[in-house]
């Protein structure tokens, strides 16, 4: 039971280059996030996903797209890379979109746009 | 909207010293309270929750009471260990708009001198 992973752990793009990051989770969990974690500014919801086949924006979704094909896999991309997004993601899962449930996180995406 | 406040770091103590880090909190309903830990290099994992008033949550030695009347959900701990040198995360979750949008703290960052 690896929990949740996310590749890469690391990448540089140039401006306006454009890449995708995959989270994975092996907990049968509906509901999966995409957040950035910028110092100072803790931790902001991108988007997320209810369930197989759907997604919603979160806070702070200009510049990024999500795909949820299959109910393990949350893909986020970045179509045209900018140096604000430059930034440490997260991926987490949930049970259920509950009042009371708990998030597992991934260990990071650290990404740097020059 | 909803917020949550934590106390600025970082937060130096030498080990076997008494924890007090704060949390308040805005919501727009009645909330879940979460405190989160993020130990360097990983992603963040639940530390302890309370999901009513007057709830104590409690682990690994943390405690923290949920206190509606004061919107608090302030973190202590009566003996820090140079092990419990992390970036802790207050949340809260709560229905907004049809939907549980977590809702994440700055952090507060905990260095343990031996």
């Known amino acids: 039971n690896a929990g949740v992973t996310q590749t890469p752990k690391f990448r540089v793009l140039k401006t306006g280059q454009s890449m995708t990051l995959l989270c994975a989770q092996d907990m049968n969990h509906e509901y999966m996030y995409w957040y950035r974690q910028d110092p100072g500014m803790g931790l902001r919801l991108i988007h997320y996903s209810v369930g197989e086949g759907t997604t919603a924006k979160g806070e702070v979704p200009d510049g990024y797209n999500v795909s949820r094909l299959k109910k393990q896999n949350f893909l986020l991309g970045l179509e045209s890379a900018a140096p604000s997004q430059t930034s440490v993601y997260f991926c987490?899962?949930?049970?259920?979109?509950?009042?009371?449930?708990?998030?597992?996180f991934g260990p990071g995406t650290r990404l740097t746009v020059l | 909207g909803n917020s949550v406040t934590q106390m600025e770091g970082p937060v130096t103590l030498s080990e076997e010293a008494f924890l007090t880090i704060n949390c308040t909190y805005t919501a727009t309903g009645y909330p879940s309270l979460f405190w989160y830990v993020q130990y360097p290099g990983e992603g963040l994992q639940l530390l302890l929750k309370a999901t009513k008033a007057d709830d104590k949550g409690s682990n690994k030695g943390f405690e923290a009471t949920y206190r509606k009347e004061t919107t608090s959900f302030h973190l202590e701990k009566g003996s820090v260990q140079v092990s419990d040198s992390a970036v802790y995360f207050c949340a809260l979750s709560v229905l907004s708009g049809g939907s549980y949008i977590p809702t994440f703290g700055r952090g507060t960052s905990l260095i343990v001198h031996p």
């Open positions: 987490a899962s949930s049970l259920r979109r509950g009042l009371t449930d708990t998030q597992y």
